[in-house]
């Protein structure tokens, strides 16, 4: 079996694949400060939860945004696991040229869901990522990584509302029933929401348009990506799993 882990600002997500089939996943958070022996026990007991013992993982593959864990996070994987943990960055085969003006600069979770969407779904293809960040990245009909456009997540945008101002409340994000909102708290989900529902649709069309790509497919993944993706006819698959799936790929190719 294949331990898949894509750690990100907010949570750590693993996965664990017989062969092409995901079979479950679990999750940690990331912000909560953990040593190696910490990280090696959550990992260990998760797995039992969901049947599974350590010595049926054969192969393990972190894709990580978040330096300052990778230290105990892959500590954790040598020490309980009995392995090295394939780590997605510079030298990692991956199946799609960076053409942009600094590859080093992409992070490894744009460059597995750019993986997992042009192997998945072609190319040309725009893949959202509705994560802490909202991120736009666009690979070419030949598989090149050819530019990034990085926004504000839902999250993130929320969180400034009710932290920078004195009377709004922190609310639950979701998409009120009508923009015309009458009280305070639909009135913030309708400017979150629909303000991303017309970030996302414009940014697809301007990509669209300066790409010359009219034929781009649009496959969005991410936490709240359900909520928009349900919301716009731009987007043409919601993929929950895409960047399991991506790290699944990668590994795949670097075993040949």
């Not at 649009?218 to 987007?235: K, M």
Request: hydrophobic residues 40%; negative net charge; aromatic residues 6%.
């Amino acid at each position: 079996m294949l331990l898949v882990i894509d750690a990100g600002n907010t949570n750590i997500t693993f996965g664990v694949y017989q062969e092409k089939k995901l079979i479950t996943t679990f999750r940690l958070t990331t912000m909560l400060a953990r040593t190696s022996d910490e990280f090696g026990a959550s990992i260990i007991q998760l797995l039992g939860m969901n049947g599974i013992t350590k010595e049926e993982i054969d192969g393990t593959i972190i894709a990580s945004v978040v330096p300052n864990i990778m230290h105990a996070l892959v500590g954790s994987i040598k020490r309980y696991l009995n392995m090295n943990p394939l780590c997605v960055g510079p030298g990692v085969k991956s199946g799609i040229k960076i053409i942009t003006e600094n590859p080093r600069e992409i992070g490894a979770d744009r460059i597995v869901d750019a993986v997992a969407a042009y192997t998945l779904y072609g190319g040309p293809v725009l893949v959202i990522d509705f994560g802490t960040a909202t991120t736009y990245d666009l690979v070419t009909e030949d598989g090149s990584f050819a530019a990034g456009i990085t926004a504000p997540g839902l999250r993130i945008s929320a969180k400034a509302l009710w932290e920078d101002t004195a009377r709004l409340p922190e609310i639950e994000i979701r998409k009120p029933k009508s923009i015309l909102a009458q009280e305070t708290v639909s009135s913030m989900q309708a400017g979150l929401v629909y303000g991303q529902i017309g970030q996302t649709e414009y940014i697809i069309n301007q990509v669209k348009k300066e790409s010359g790509y009219t034929n781009l497919k649009v496959v969005a993944t991410g936490g709240l990506g359900r909520i928009i993706s349900d919301a716009t006819e731009l987007i043409e698959v919601y993929d929950s799993v895409l960047t399991l799936e991506g790290l699944r790929i990668i590994y795949e190719k670097n075993q040949k």
